[in-house]
């Protein structure tokens, strides 16, 4: 069992930046890939960035590419986003997940996750 828990949301102006984190704990070991992922009212989840527990290779979703960054400290078993250049539409709840495999490349797929954090609430205002 892997346990996540999110924390750094809050309320920012347009333009801003916040940074997000995921502590992990439990069987960290067997973490392939960790991700964040959002939801906004009346929408669906959707993917925003991975980054590969191990190797540290990173992927985005085009609606944050160049404005948020994510990262890890293996040595804190933690992962951040950074999310810099905040827009309304960046309002969501944002959650965490690890994976232990990631079928066919599809990472950006909440199914292929098999835990989750709780969720940490992010508010752009305009």
């Known amino acids: 069992q892997v346990q996540l828990v999110e924390s750094g949301g809050g309320l920012v102006q347009a333009g801003g930046s916040l940074r997000l984190s995921c502590a992990a704990s439990?069987?960290?070991?067997?973490?392939?890939?960790m991700s964040w992922f959002r939801q906004a009212p009346g929408k669906e989840r959707e993917f925003v960035a991975t980054i590969n527990w191990s190797g540290g290779s990173t992927n985005y979703a085009d609606s944050v590419k160049g404005r948020f960054t994510i990262s890890r400290d293996n040595g804190k078993n933690t992962v951040l986003l950074q999310m810099n250049s905040l827009k309304p539409e960046d309002t969501a709840d944002y959650y965490c997940?690890?994976?232990?495999?990631?079928?066919?490349?599809?990472?950006?797929?909440?199914?292929?996750?098999?835990?989750w954090g709780q969720g940490t609430q992010v508010t752009v205002s305009s």
């Open positions: 439990g069987s960290i070991f067997s973490i392939n890939v």
């Open positions: 997940a690890a994976a232990l495999r990631i079928y066919n490349g599809r990472y950006y797929q909440p199914h292929n996750y098999n835990y």
